[in-house]
């Protein structure tokens, strides 16, 4: 039975504490008035315009004609100046919401593609895994709360952050908007919450009866069990496969919601199930460096770097299909979504698309090089770290726009997430043995050889 170390639970709880402080820290310095934000702005600039009066001082003797343009035209800059400190204003105070979001949906979907990867292994009756199903058992534990606490903050942003994240949940937007207002049927606050109630209920229930039949087998006498697991895994791929497209369009793809793409559900899709199979991977590493899980073998380890490598190819020609169809179709209300993140955040936005294809498809493309720990660790922390920046520039340029960067809010919100992930995950596998001990496939697993 795994025991969490002392250390180990030090490390998350203080990553929880540091992470915690630095959230509030970043929400209370938010609330800058147009004041601050205006002195911020001059700070910034270093009074660089200063020298403009100087200059435009002897056309002040002008004509009546000259001087009613030059009115006209300082009503215009003093015009264009407001609107600019209103706009990074407003930025200001919606990105501590988004990095918080951005964060905690991060870490929800990796638990989220965990538990599809675990359901698929028991509906294709798979051979490889069973001595990894109890790593994957532990890492899904942390779905309940992630993906609560992501819906939580979502309607806290309507409710006391003026609608931070979710423009369509202002409701002077949607009268001036006919484009959403004809998507009210769907897009809106209460629907929103239901059904992701209705979403995180399902994929509950599925993780609470699979890890009950697979503890009860434990101590089976047949396999009864296994063979409900298997049920009620082939039902549940079904009910997540429009869930999860329907979570996908709901918990991101509105934060734009003149935006879509028949595709993105999808594509989410196969960024939470490279995340998935690399936290399993990573895990899987850790526990078996501390002597507990003695039978995985490096053809383990081989198939879940394959399964890393796969599922990038598949995310990157998802990503390749939907860019390439919308540029070269060129509409206005698709494009748009492309031009903003290519002008506005050009280093995350192409930098993610060398993390998540072109780093692994270098590294994991050998097949010895899957079998070699310290490889797949190094490639794991790489492909994290990417698609949790595909997350970021999935939400950022709708929030904040062109006012982003990563500081504090960003940081903290990452420590605060990954130590509650740590604590509930390695709390999770202590509940019971790592090794299933009556699965049909046990010995299989334990002989397994690629």
């Avoid at 806290?156 to 949607?174: A, K, R, T, Y």
């Avoid at 501390?290 to 990503?319: E, Q, R």
């Amino acid at each position: 039975m795994y025991t969490i170390s002392n250390r180990l639970k030090l490390v998350s709880i203080i990553l929880m504490v540091v992470g915690a402080l630095g959230v509030g820290y970043s929400f209370m310095s938010s609330n800058k008035s147009f004041e601050e934000v205006e002195h911020m702005l001059a700070e910034e600039s270093h009074h660089g315009d200063g020298h403009g009066e100087t200059a435009s001082h002897g056309e002040a003797h002008g004509n009546d004609h000259d001087t009613a343009e030059s009115h006209g035209s300082a009503h215009g800059e003093v015009d264009e100046h407001t609107k600019h400190v209103e706009h990074v204003m407003h930025a200001v105070h919606k990105r501590p919401w988004a990095a918080f979001y951005i964060a905690a949906f991060f870490f929800m979907m990796i638990a989220l593609g965990v538990l599809a990867f675990y359901a698929i292994q028991y509906a294709a009756q798979a051979g490889w895994s069973p001595l990894v199903l109890r790593v994957m058992e532990g890492i899904t534990a942390y779905l309940l709360p992630g993906a609560l606490i992501v819906l939580f903050i979502a309607a806290l942003s309507h409710f006391i952050g003026h609608n931070s994240i979710f423009v369509w949940m202002d409701p002077e937007v949607v009268a001036e908007d006919k484009l959403i207002q004809g998507k009210t049927g769907w897009l809106n606050v209460w629907g929103f919450i239901i059904r992701g109630l209705v979403f995180i209920g399902g994929w509950s229930l599925y993780r609470y009866f699979s890890r009950k039949f697979s503890i009860a087998q434990d101590n089976a006498d047949d396999n009864k069990n296994f063979k409900k697991t298997f049920r009620i895994s082939a039902a549940f791929l079904v009910f997540f496969i429009y869930t999860e497209s329907m979570m996908s369009w709901d918990w991101i793809m509105s934060v734009d919601p003149h935006w879509f793409s028949t595709l993105f559900g999808w594509y989410v899709f196969a960024g939470m199930m490279v995340c998935g199979v690399t936290t399993i991977a990573l895990i899987t590493l850790y526990l078996k460096g501390k002597g507990l899980l003695p039978k995985v073998n490096d053809s383990h380890l081989h198939d879940l770097a394959k399964f890393m490598f796969a599922f990038s190819i598949f995310w990157t020609y998802l990503w390749f299909s939907q860019f390439m169809l919308i540029w070269y179709s060129n509409i206005p209300e698709e494009v748009t979504y492309f031009i903003t993140r290519i002008e506005d955040y050009k280093l995350p936005f192409f930098g993610m698309l060398a993390m998540n294809f072109v780093f692994p498809l270098l590294l994991l493309m050998n097949s010895d090089y899957k079998r070699v720990p310290w490889f797949v660790v190094m490639a794991g922390i790489v492909i994290l770290a990417g698609h949790y920046i595909d997350v970021f520039n999935m939400i950022m340029p709708a929030t904040v726009g062109d006012q982003w960067y990563i500081g504090v809010p960003e940081i903290c919100s990452m420590l605060f997430f990954a130590g509650l992930f740590i604590f509930i995950v390695f709390t999770a596998l202590t509940k019971a043995p790592l090794e299933p001990k009556r699965n049909p496939f046990i010995k299989e697993s334990e002989h397994f050889h690629y």
